[in-house]
Protein backbone atom coordinates (compact mmCIF):
# COMPACT_ATOMS: atom_id res chain seq x y z
CA UNK A 1 0.00 0.00 0.00
CA UNK A 2 2.93 2.58 0.82
CA UNK A 3 4.84 1.45 -2.44
CA UNK A 4 1.45 2.27 -4.16
CA UNK A 5 0.72 5.76 -2.70
CA UNK A 6 4.35 6.56 -2.96
CA UNK A 7 4.03 6.57 -6.75
CA UNK A 8 0.74 7.96 -7.24
CA UNK A 9 2.72 10.78 -5.21
CA UNK A 10 5.59 11.07 -7.68
CA UNK A 11 2.37 11.20 -10.56
CA UNK A 12 0.37 13.79 -8.95
CA UNK A 13 3.77 16.04 -7.84
CA UNK A 14 5.10 15.54 -11.45
CA UNK A 15 1.79 16.79 -13.01
CA UNK A 16 1.79 19.45 -10.81
CA UNK A 17 5.15 20.71 -11.73
CA UNK A 18 3.89 21.00 -15.43
CA UNK A 19 0.70 22.04 -14.70
CA UNK A 20 2.32 25.27 -13.20
CA UNK A 21 4.84 25.34 -16.04
CA UNK A 22 2.16 26.22 -18.43
CA UNK A 23 0.55 28.76 -16.91
CA UNK A 24 0.76 32.19 -18.21
CA UNK A 25 3.27 34.15 -16.13
CA UNK A 26 3.25 38.02 -15.31
CA UNK A 27 5.64 38.36 -18.34
CA UNK A 28 2.91 36.09 -21.17
CA UNK A 29 4.71 32.58 -20.63
CA UNK A 30 3.73 30.09 -22.83
CA UNK A 31 0.92 31.72 -24.67
CA UNK A 32 -1.39 29.29 -26.07
CA UNK A 33 -3.18 30.22 -29.21
CA UNK A 34 -6.50 30.00 -30.75
CA UNK A 35 -10.30 31.69 -30.31
CA UNK A 36 -10.81 34.34 -28.24
CA UNK A 37 -13.58 32.33 -26.69
CA UNK A 38 -13.62 28.50 -25.73
CA UNK A 39 -11.29 25.74 -23.59
CA UNK A 40 -8.44 26.70 -25.87
CA UNK A 41 -8.76 30.59 -25.33
CA UNK A 42 -6.16 32.12 -23.27
CA UNK A 43 -8.68 32.86 -20.68
CA UNK A 44 -10.21 29.57 -20.65
CA UNK A 45 -7.12 27.57 -20.40
CA UNK A 46 -5.81 29.85 -17.44
CA UNK A 47 -8.99 28.92 -15.98
CA UNK A 48 -8.51 25.26 -16.95
CA UNK A 49 -4.85 25.60 -15.11
CA UNK A 50 -5.70 27.13 -11.85
CA UNK A 51 -8.43 24.67 -10.89
CA UNK A 52 -6.01 21.89 -12.02
CA UNK A 53 -3.57 22.80 -10.29
CA UNK A 54 -5.81 23.68 -7.10
CA UNK A 55 -7.11 20.00 -7.40
CA UNK A 56 -3.57 18.56 -8.34
CA UNK A 57 -2.45 20.53 -4.90
CA UNK A 58 -5.06 19.41 -2.60
CA UNK A 59 -4.71 15.65 -3.53
CA UNK A 60 -1.01 16.24 -3.48
CA UNK A 61 -1.48 17.32 0.85
CA UNK A 62 -4.00 14.36 0.87
CA UNK A 63 -1.54 11.68 -0.20
CA UNK A 64 1.04 13.25 2.15
CA UNK A 65 -1.23 13.07 5.09
CA UNK A 66 -2.07 9.34 4.04
CA UNK A 67 1.67 8.10 3.46
CA UNK A 68 2.80 10.02 6.43
CA UNK A 69 -0.37 7.66 8.26
CA UNK A 70 0.58 4.50 6.96
CA UNK A 71 4.37 4.81 7.36
CA UNK A 72 3.49 5.78 11.29
CA UNK A 73 0.77 2.49 11.66
CA UNK A 74 3.82 0.32 10.12
CA UNK A 75 6.24 2.02 11.51
CA UNK A 76 9.58 0.36 13.80
CA UNK A 77 9.71 -0.67 17.06
CA UNK A 78 7.48 0.46 19.94
CA UNK A 79 9.96 0.59 22.71
CA UNK A 80 13.08 2.71 22.93
CA UNK A 81 16.50 0.87 23.87
CA UNK A 82 18.15 2.86 26.46
CA UNK A 83 21.05 0.52 26.98
CA UNK A 84 24.11 -0.52 25.17
CA UNK A 85 24.98 -3.88 24.59
CA UNK A 86 27.69 -4.60 27.17
CA UNK A 87 28.46 -8.24 26.30
CA UNK A 88 30.63 -7.93 24.00
CA UNK A 89 34.22 -9.24 24.89
CA UNK A 90 37.22 -7.21 24.24
CA UNK A 91 39.43 -7.87 21.60
CA UNK A 92 43.05 -9.29 22.16
CA UNK A 93 46.07 -6.42 22.41
CA UNK A 94 47.54 -6.61 19.50
CA UNK A 95 49.32 -3.90 16.76
CA UNK A 96 47.42 -3.63 14.08
CA UNK A 97 49.93 -2.70 11.65
CA UNK A 98 52.31 -5.85 12.65
CA UNK A 99 50.47 -7.68 11.05
CA UNK A 100 51.74 -9.68 7.88
CA UNK A 101 49.54 -9.27 4.74
CA UNK A 102 50.49 -12.37 2.98
CA UNK A 103 49.73 -14.75 5.84
CA UNK A 104 51.74 -16.37 8.01
CA UNK A 105 53.72 -15.75 10.87
CA UNK A 106 55.35 -12.38 11.60
CA UNK A 107 58.77 -12.51 11.88
CA UNK A 108 60.27 -10.47 15.10
CA UNK A 109 62.31 -6.92 13.89
CA UNK A 110 65.64 -7.10 13.39
CA UNK A 111 67.93 -5.47 15.58
CA UNK A 112 70.11 -3.33 14.69
CA UNK A 113 74.11 -4.39 15.45
CA UNK A 114 76.47 -2.57 18.07
CA UNK A 115 78.18 -0.47 16.07
CA UNK A 116 82.07 0.51 17.80
CA UNK A 117 82.03 4.54 19.26
CA UNK A 118 82.36 6.31 16.69
CA UNK A 119 80.45 9.14 17.21
CA UNK A 120 82.41 11.98 18.97
CA UNK A 121 79.47 13.12 20.48
CA UNK A 122 78.76 10.32 22.06
CA UNK A 123 81.19 10.80 24.71
Excluded at 1 to 11: K, R
Excluded at 64 to 90: F, Q, W, Y
Excluded at 97 to 120: I, K, Q, V, W, Y
Aim: charged content about 10%; proline content about 7%.
Amino acid sequence: MFLFLTIIQAIVAAALVGVILMQRSEGGGLGIGGSPTGMLSARGAADFLTRSTRWLAVLFVALSIALAAVAASTGGADTLETTLDRSVTPVENSDPLGSNPLGGSTPAPATAPAEPATDPLAQ
